[in-house]
Every structure is written in C-alpha cells, then in structure tokens.
C-alpha cells in the first residue's frame, strides 16, 4: 500500500506561484509513475501533470504546459508540481496519484492510477 499526502496548496494572487509536494510512505515510489489532477467546483477531475518513474519523462495537459512543471525526488519519496504564471482557472483541489504497476509509463488516464492522495486546495484570486 501507499500513503500520498499533498501539501503546498494555499491562497495566491493571479500571476503568483505554488509548488505542490507530494509525500508518499508505506513503500519506495520510485519505480512508479506518479501524476497530478485537479478538480474545479462543479467540474469533473481532470489530468494536470505526470512523470515516468525516473523523472525523464513528463506528459501533461494542454492548459499548464509552459507553466507547470512536475518533477520528483526519488530518495525522499517525494513528487513535486510547480505552478507558476498562475490563473483564476487553475483554481482547484489538487490531487496526487501514484500508478500500482512498476515502471509502468506516465499517462493522463485517470484510470491508470491506483493510490491517490486527499488533495490540496489551491485558490487563485483575480
């Protein structure tokens, strides 16, 4: 089993940053592949950001590229999402979801994910 715990949300200023941190235990994540969701009030969730498990290999949506960047620390056992150049939109929780599968490839499918995290309320105000 795997334990994801998100952190570095909060309240910015539209054009601000944040940098999201992604804590895992219960077991090394490192050959995983790991990604970031988020979901808007009233929306559906929707794939924001995913990286293999060596970190050599990112996907993410259209709406952040240039903007975002997810990275992660294997020794720490650690995922990260930088947000930068912010936006009302991007206003959401944001989730982190690990793969089960060992060095399984970084996908945007929802579905693909089997260990997910309680989320991180980030609110950007215009």
């Known amino acids: 089993q795997v334990q994801l715990v998100e952190s570095g949300g909060g309240l910015v200023q539209a054009g601000g940053s944040l940098r999201l941190s992604c804590a895992a235990s219960g077991r090394t994540v490192s050959p995983l592949a790991m990604a970031w969701f988020r979901q808007a009030p009233g929306k559906e969730r929707e794939f924001v950001a995913a990286?293999?498990?060596?970190?050599?290999?990112?996907k993410y949506a259209d709406s952040v590229k240039g903007r975002f960047t997810v990275s992660r620390d294997n020794a720490k056992n650690t995922v990260f999402l930088q947000m930068n150049s912010l936006k009302s939109e991007d206003t959401a929780v944001y989730y982190c979801?690990?793969?089960?599968?060992?060095?399984?490839?970084?996908?945007?499918?929802?579905?693909?994910?089997?260990?997910w995290g309680q989320g991180t309320q980030v609110t950007v105000a215009s």
């Open positions: 979801a690990s793969r089960r599968e060992f060095y399984s490839p970084a996908t945007p499918n929802e579905g693909d994910y089997g260990y």
């Open positions: 990286i293999n498990w060596r970190g050599g290999s990112t």
